[in-house]
């Protein structure tokens, strides 16, 4: 019997060693909510699928032992309180302690950061949580020779969001120690190159696939729960991994828009498969979503509106639909849309655009 503590990608990697350990009772504990939990959606649907319970909103309190040896641990139930800024807060939810048996625990549960080594008089700021006060593009503290990065700086993430804070706070460190400001940053490169090769071609697939994501394939549970070796995904076969390749939206080529080129004849409404482009007079975002040819409901992506048209309408494109198959571009009879791919290379300290701005500021 297995307990193990803890919400994230860890946690799902000790449950399902346990079971093929040849744990029998193996449950996750987690004093969170489900959804609120680290660990991806997909680490969580293996766990499940393998017969493993997760229970949320449980905080352990107590191990249980007789006679020297651990039988289980004590936890109590709570809920989530959120404050005016989203801030979440555990509180108790007056039930009794609930108690579940165990033979082992597993403690996968992080570590917390801590800065009991710096002195609070040097000028460094920390907020109610303890965690340094960072500004979010310079990554500096209030004592501004003073940076942080990963999860000493905006809590966990991952080791991805670590290097790039890494990277921003090279460049402010660069900039610093060049006399010149950290706030203005220098712009990424960006490359924008057409990828028309005539007039219903391009040099890019742009096939549409209307193909759900393919599943992969795995091993039987009573196969797979046998040994911790065995590798529980058996991967696409050529065929499969084909089609699965097909189903690529080609992010880095984006739908251009040149106004002067418009007549609005709307051939490009005509003919988008997910009608994500609208011709309409312009108006407040939130009430220019509810009047496109298809309402615009994923707030997070920003709409693509051109500048005003010869019939003072705009074109509003939709970027959270687009399937980037360029027919508008193939369409259009004046060239106003066009396929470009954007390749871009991030600023770095010491890069080439760094310098090229440093220059610029020097003179």
């Not at 080129?261 to 994500?276: H, K, L, R, Y």
């Not at 655009?353 to 020097?362: D, G, N």
Request: charged share 25%; glycine share 8%.
């Amino acid at each position: 019997r297995v307990v193990v503590l803890g919400g994230g990608n860890t946690a799902m990697d000790c449950c399902r060693s346990a079971r093929r350990l040849g744990g029998e009772d193996v449950k996750v504990i987690v004093r969170s909510g489900f959804d609120e939990m680290k660990a991806s959606p997909w680490e969580k649907e293996d766990a499940a699928h393998e017969g493993i319970p997760i229970l949320n909103y449980l905080v352990p309190k107590a191990y249980v032992h007789e006679n020297g040896k651990l039988v289980g641990m004590n936890f109590e139930k709570v809920r989530a309180e959120y404050d005016e800024r989203g801030r979440r807060k555990l509180v108790p939810a007056g039930e009794a302690e609930q108690f579940f048996a165990c033979d082992e625990v597993l403690v996968a549960v992080g570590q917390e950061n801590a800065f009991p080594w710096i002195e609070r008089d040097i000028g460094i700021a920390f907020n109610e949580w303890g965690m340094p006060v960072v500004d979010a593009v310079t990554h500096q503290s209030s004592l501004p020779n003073v940076l942080f990065g990963g999860d000493a700086a905006f809590g966990p993430k991952n080791i991805i969001w670590a290097v790039a804070h890494g990277h921003e706070a090279a460049v402010s460190i660069d900039r610093l120690l060049s006399g010149l400001n950290p706030v203005e940053r220098p712009a990424p490169a960006v490359e924008v190159i057409s990828q028309k090769m005539g007039i219903h071609e391009w040099s890019y697939d742009n096939d549409i696939s209307r193909d759900d994501r393919f599943k992969v394939p795995v091993l039987p549970l009573e196969k797979a729960l046998t040994s911790i070796t065995l590798e529980a995904e058996l991967g696409f076969d050529a065929a499969t991994a084909w089609k699965e390749a097909q189903r690529c939206l080609n992010c880095d080529v984006q739908t251009v828009f040149t106004d002067s080129a418009c007549i609005e004849c709307d051939a490009c409404v005509d003919i988008c498969p997910m009608d994500c482009i609208s011709f309409t007079g312009n108006g407040d975002e939130a009430e220019l979503r509810t009047r496109l040819t298809a309402p615009a409901l994923n707030l997070e992506q920003s709409l693509y509106v051109s500048g005003p048209l010869k019939t003072q309408r705009v074109m509003v494109k939709d970027e959270d639909v687009c399937l980037h198959c360029g027919l508008c571009a193939e369409r259009c009879p004046t060239g106003a849309w066009d396929m470009r791919k954007v390749l871009m290379e991030m600023t770095h300290a010491n890069s080439p655009c760094a310098k090229a701005s440093r220059k610029q500021e020097v003179a």
